[in-house]
């Protein structure tokens, strides 16, 4: 009986844009695999590419516009049973735009609570858990410099993981 060997993960970013409490996510043209999932927009990384560059690369594809990459969020593990995925996502801001599809579906703005997990890729479902989590807490803050370090002030492993600098 022949084994099965495990390959390693594809590395994959995803860009978390944010504006008036509400993040931007994207409706995959349906294919066979994912069908018309929704998620937050970002693809695989090439070889020699950093995380950041594969997602400016990306968004330009994707939406025709220039963002800044930002902090790290999270970084999840998702086994799609033929192949796993290893997602990082990171804050970042639309430069110019507004956003043009290219290759999705749809966009949506929407407050992380009222999104659907069910719709989304498993690789995607722990990302709007933790937007859940932050944007309660921001709901909850004091002052607009907390809401902001909530949201934005990545733990160091986070940003080590992510091949930010400044994570130990």
């Known amino acids: 009986m022949k084994s ?15 504006r008036d409490k509400q993040v931007l996510v994207a409706q ?10 929704w998620e937050f927009p970002g693809g695989k990384v090439e070889q020699d590419e950093t995380d ?3 997602l400016k690369r990306e968004w330009r594809e994707e939406f025709g516009v220039e963002i800044h990459v930002g902090a790290p969020i999270v ?6 049973g033929d192949k796993v995925i290893l997602l990082c996502s990171f804050w970042c801001d639309i ?34 858990k ?14 607009a410099d907390e809401a902001d370090a909530i949201l934005h002030d990545p733990s160091p492993a986070i940003m ?3 091949g930010v600098e400044g994570g130990q």
């Open 52 to 54: 950041q560059q594969a």
């Open 4 to 18: 099965l060997k495990q390959s390693s993960p594809i590395r994959v970013v995803a860009g978390v844009a944010m």
């Open 95 to 128: 430069l110019d735009g507004p956003p043009v599809l290219h290759q999705h579906q749809a966009i949506y703005w929407c407050e992380p609570h009222r999104l659907d997990a069910g719709v989304f890729s498993g690789a995607d479902r722990p990302l709007i």
């Open 130 to 143: 933790l937007l859940c989590e932050r944007f309660n807490r921001v709901a909850r803050s004091e002052s």
């Open 160 to 162: 080590k993981k992510c």
């Open 75 to 80: 970084e999840t593990e998702f086994n799609y």
């Open 28 to 37: 995959r043209q349906p294919d066979a695999q994912f069908i018309s999932w």
